[in-house]
């Protein structure tokens, strides 16, 4: 069976201190964090170049196809105009199944 026995040390509380910091330190020196999961990640935003560049048009050209509805609805934060990432990667993936589709016909 187990015997359990307990030991007494005296440490000073500097020592003490030292010697939990070192601890943490060298866990942290191994540790890597997980991935996260998709669930946890808050979707990501676009500027209205980023999202231009990704389309490959001109901000103009953007600015057209908002107004006629032709890409995901912009969100303002903080007064700045916005795209949701994962929205516009749909819409370009829709656009080439689309392509794919035409060519094959």
């Known amino acids: 069976m187990f015997s359990q026995q307990t ?18 330190r060298a866990e942290l020196a191994t540790y890597t964090p997980p991935p996260p999961s998709p669930k946890d990640v808050l979707p990501e935003y676009l500027t209205r170049h980023e999202t231009a560049k990704l389309y490959r ?22 007064g700045r105009v916005r795209y949701r990432r994962d929205e516009i990667l749909a819409t370009l993936e829709t656009a080439k199944q689309l392509k794919h589709k035409k060519q094959s016909a």
């Open 7 to 24: 030991l007494l040390v005296s440490v000073d509380t500097d020592t003490l201190a030292k010697m939990m910091r070192d601890a943490v």
């Open 57 to 78: 048009i001109s901000l103009m050209t953007l600015y057209e196809w908002d107004k006629k509805r032709l890409i995901p609805q912009k969100v303002t934060l903080n």
